[in-house]
């Protein structure tokens, strides 16, 4: 069964980068496409990047392109979640979870699972 395991959380000011990794154990990531959610304070949780396995070819939300870079490792069964330009925004938890082979067109949560604990990013001068 897949475990994943989120890091690189934390409060960072707004203009500043961070990388959120997502690293799998118990079995290989080889075969699922990674998904990457927020969710902010008083709000739903919103899909803003996935990875496919095929070929890794990456979604982006509206609302992150240009800002937000997805990649994956997979010698070290690990998703990588780049984010510059970081704004107040952007501030929430963010999640990883998988669904299978490939990103769906619109990521819709209940079609993913396996989720992560949610290392919170907090954007704040």
């Known amino acids: ?26 079995s290989t990531l080889d075969y699922y496409a990674i ?9 739903e949780r919103e899909g803003v990047s996935c990875i496919s396995s095929e070929d890794g070819s990456p979604y982006y939300a509206d609302s992150v392109t240009g800002r937000f870079t997805i990649s994956r490792d997979k010698a070290k069964n690990t998703v990588y979640l780049q984010i510059d330009s970081l704004k ?16 769906r067109p619109v990521m819709l949560d209940y079609e ?5 604990q949610g290392p919170q990013v907090t954007v704040s001068s």
């Open 112 to 116: 993913y699972g396996f989720w992560g």
């Open 1 to 26: 069964q897949v475990q994943l395991v989120e890091s690189g959380g934390g409060l960072v000011q707004p203009g500043d980068s961070l990388r959120l990794s997502c690293a799998g154990s118990g």
């Open 88 to 103: 107040p925004e952007d501030t929430a938890v963010y999640y990883c979870a998988v669904v299978w082979r490939l990103c």
């Open 35 to 43: 998904g990457w959610f927020r969710q902010a304070p008083g709000k």
